[in-house]
């Protein structure tokens, strides 16, 4: 199951809201518990990913989550942000959810609002006859306070992990109190009877009737029963905790049914910590209910469970199911982790593996993606591309890769990389190092909501990121020895593939497959079919005669013209595109010659249609020209398109079966760009897109979606470690 952990950091950044406004959420978890959260769930099976609780969450949610009308198979999210700021900010994340239909673990809105609301809460308990302190609210400290019965503690009305707790035994000590809660925490202070005696925590997991009581937690007072657990001893230096403590079987039952009532009077969901308080005469006190019990490791509710026998994966991997069976009627989660006899582990699936291991190492992948857009790799870059080349060489080199390198003149060295010594591959990897951006267009490296913008990351060192990071995976797996693969990077993508082309077949006919890793489509769309393009330049000049009254013919009106018929050319219903990308014309006195230059590009569908163009492209150019005109015709780059075979359609299937595995939506997609898998012979299977998602290639937005990193590297590694057992034999029906 696709799984978001959804969390707050710990300052409020620019990018998190609109403006700062009302108070701010002093409650955080620690990015290392949500990390553990997150490792938890993938040692569960899952796909996980982590994502910041603020106002771009429903897009980055979008990109990930699956997309039930379409029939996938429903994902879930973990909820642990307690909220930026503003008042009842339990609330913010689901209500978000709800409105946008993805399920998530733990209460609603609803059930958030009134136990975050500590009046809201205790006025429930008494209308269903739990027993609750006697308590007092106060706007104003000035305002009167004759009927307080002391000793009383003093709290904030709408805080919870024990902000602002004060106990007071005379009536200035509750003035300063209700004053420091009132200015401290903008909300109105809760005097609530203080009663002496022993706090007991009591977990709760599942829902009515099926909802399991953890043992109860006692909170050790070293025997002081006016002692109270205060916000630094939560957080610094946590008190003892007693589990099980010393009660008798009939006191325990009745602190677990009142726990129980508690949960249900307030509309919980899936799990909670009621705080319970015993006095002198063994009469019982609901304090309050956090409706998101901390998952910390030094809290109570995680010690209890693992006195009840839980470890933090299969306590964690439990919340999950318990919402899943409130949500579908039946659990979606097979967690066989955790049922394992004592003394015998069993292994986790390789794609787990691979997939926390990418996960823990996201940073590291886009460090090496950052490095290298840092490089200028214009495909007339020599040094740029070379100096990215050795980059890239030394670590394949580490990884336990053989390089060849093949000499170039025009543009950078290409580069050939393999972890066998065999003649054939089971898959070759292309990417290329080149861009189209100079000097003067680079985009430097940056992050914007989730996706990262630089030039070439979408078009080509994405992908390179891709290619690092699903090797790493393999070999921290032990999983690469057996994978017979090839990588061939070339330096020659925007011209085409010129100097690379015959390269690029030789090596695709010793390998049983070809993926290519330019940008994968935001839909999941990975390329079984791509445009053919080619590239001319154009020019003319005019032949001035020296004879007197003999006006030249007009370069500027002539040169329009053709344009206007070139562009004529394009069809959409044909799949043709011609289009004048550059134009420059200039005319001069005398009897200097006038010159115009034209370039121009063609995108076309159909392996048959690039004769025919190349021969009206050429007509148009040459008609009215005798005895009045020059014309050179220069063709550049071609590539012819790739077409849909069936060879590639049963490496789609086999690739297909990987990525439902991993969760990762993917489908076949026809590509109106060229690529080098135009270079790939016919009868060998070859797909491309298996980059990063993005797009805007070639613009000063070029992205990728960060997390997509995750996804793709997994996919890559999985493809290599299963792409000796690839069949592209015809299924029998």
């Known amino acids: 199951m696709k799984i978001a952990v959804i969390y707050n950091h710990l300052e409020i950044d620019d990018s998190d809201v609109i403006n700062i406004f009302g108070m701010p959420n002093k409650e955080r978890y620690n990015p290392k518990t949500v990390e553990k959260v997150a490792t938890a769930l993938e040692k569960g099976g899952h796909n996980v990913r982590v994502l910041k609780g603020n106002m771009h969450i429903i897009e980055s949610l979008q990109h990930f989550m699956p997309k039930v009308v379409r029939g996938e198979r429903p994902g879930m999210v973990f909820n642990m942000a307690y909220g930026i700021q503003g008042q009842s900010r339990y609330t913010h994340i689901p209500a978000m959810l709800e409105m946008v239909g993805i399920p998530y673990v733990g209460s609603g809105p609803d059930g958030h609002t009134i136990a975050l609301d500590k009046v809201l809460s205790k006025m429930l308990f008494q209308r269903n006859d739990i027993p609750t302190p006697l308590f007092w609210i106060f706007s104003r400290a000035d305002e009167d306070c004759t009927d307080v019965q002391y000793p009383v503690i003093v709290k904030p009305k709408m805080e919870a992990v024990s902000f602002g707790l004060r106990v007071v035994d005379n009536e200035k000590d509750l003035k300063e109190a209700v004053d420091f809660i009132i200015k401290e925490f903008n909300q109105q202070a809760l005097v609530e009877s203080f009663i002496p005696g022993r706090e007991f925590a009591v977990g709760l997991i599942g829902n009515s009737p099926d909802l399991e009581v953890l043992p109860i937690v006692e909170i050790d007072l070293c025997g002081d029963p006016n002692a109270i657990q205060s916000i630094d001893d939560k957080m610094k230096q946590p008190r003892g905790k007693i589990c099980p403590p010393e009660l008798s079987k009939e006191t325990t039952d009745s602190i677990n049914k009142l726990a129980i009532r508690a949960f249900n009077a307030l509309g919980l969901h899936d799990f909670a910590r009621v705080d319970i308080r015993m006095d002198q005469n063994g009469d019982f006190y609901l304090l309050e209910i956090n409706s998101m019990a901390s998952l910390g490791m030094t809290g109570t509710y995680v010690h209890s469970a693992k006195v009840k026998g839980y470890t933090y994966t299969s306590l964690v991997n439990r919340m999950v199911d318990v919402a899943a069976f409130r949500y579908f009627g039946d659990s979606f989660i097979q967690n066989d982790i955790d049922v394992a006899k004592p003394g015998k582990k069993k292994s986790e699936p390789l794609h787990f593996r691979i997939r926390s291991y990418i996960r823990s190492q996201l940073s590291t992948i886009q460090d090496y993606l950052e490095?290298?857009?840092?490089?200028?790799?214009?495909?007339?870059?020599?040094?740029?591309?070379?100096?990215?080349?050795?980059?890239?060489?030394?670590?394949?080199?580490?990884?336990?890769?053989?390089?060849?390198?093949?000499?170039?003149?025009?543009?950078g060295n290409v580069l050939y990389f393999s972890n066998h010594l065999k003649e054939h591959n089971n898959v070759l990897i292309l990417g290329h190092l080149d861009t189209k951006y100079d000097f003067d267009t680079y985009i430097p490296f940056h992050e914007e909501r989730g996706r990262i913008i630089g030039s070439g990351v979408a078009e080509s060192k994405g992908g390179i990121a891709i290619i690092l990071g699903a090797i790493q995976a393999l070999r921290f797996t032990r999983s690469i020895k057996n994978a017979r693969c090839g990588i061939l990077l070339t330096t020659d993508d925007t011209l085409g593939g010129r100097f690379s082309k015959k390269l690029i077949s030789e090596i695709a006919q010793k390998s049983k497959c070809v993926i290519n890793t330019k940008y994968g489509d935001i839909k999941g769309g990975i390329v079984t079919s791509c445009a053919g393009t080619r590239e001319y330049q154009i020019l003319l000049s005019n032949i001035k005669s020296r004879k007197i009254?003999?006006?030249?013919?007009?370069?500027?009106?002539?040169?329009t013209k053709k344009v206007t018929a070139w562009q004529k050319l394009s069809s959409e219903e044909k799949g043709i595109l011609v289009k004048v990308v550059k134009l420059n014309a200039w005319a001069t006195e005398g009897i200097s010659s006038d010159h115009a230059s034209v370039t121009i590009f063609v995108r076309f569908n159909e392996k048959n249609?690039?004769?025919?163009?190349?021969?009206?492209?050429?007509?148009?150019?040459?008609?009215?020209?005798?005895?009045?005109?020059?014309?050179?015709?220069k063709r550049s780059f071609r590539r012819l398109p790739v077409q849909e075979s069936s060879e590639s359609l049963k490496l789609f299937e086999n690739i297909k079966g990987i990525a439902d595995q991993l969760e990762v939506r993917i489908q076949p997609m026809q590509r109106n760009t060229s690529s080098d898998i135009c270079h790939v012979p016919e009868h060998i299977p070859a797909l491309d897109g298996f980059g990063p998602i993005g797009g805007d290639t070639h613009s000063p937005n070029e992205y990728i979606i960060r997390d997509s990193l995750i996804d793709r590297s997994a996919l890559l590694a999985m493809i290599i470690y299963k792409s000796s057992k690839f069949t592209f034999e015809d299924k029998q029906s």
């Open 371 to 411: 490095q290298m857009v840092a490089i200028n790799t214009n495909v007339n870059n020599v040094e740029g591309l070379n100096t990215l080349g050795n980059w890239i060489s030394t670590r394949f080199n580490h990884l336990g890769f053989h390089r060849q390198a093949y000499p170039q003149s025009e543009v």
């Open 549 to 559: 009254n003999q006006e030249p013919k007009d370069i500027i009106s002539f040169v």
């Open 609 to 633: 249609k690039s004769k025919e163009i190349d021969r009206q492209i050429i007509k148009i150019a040459e008609k009215d020209a005798a005895n009045a005109f020059h014309v050179q015709i």
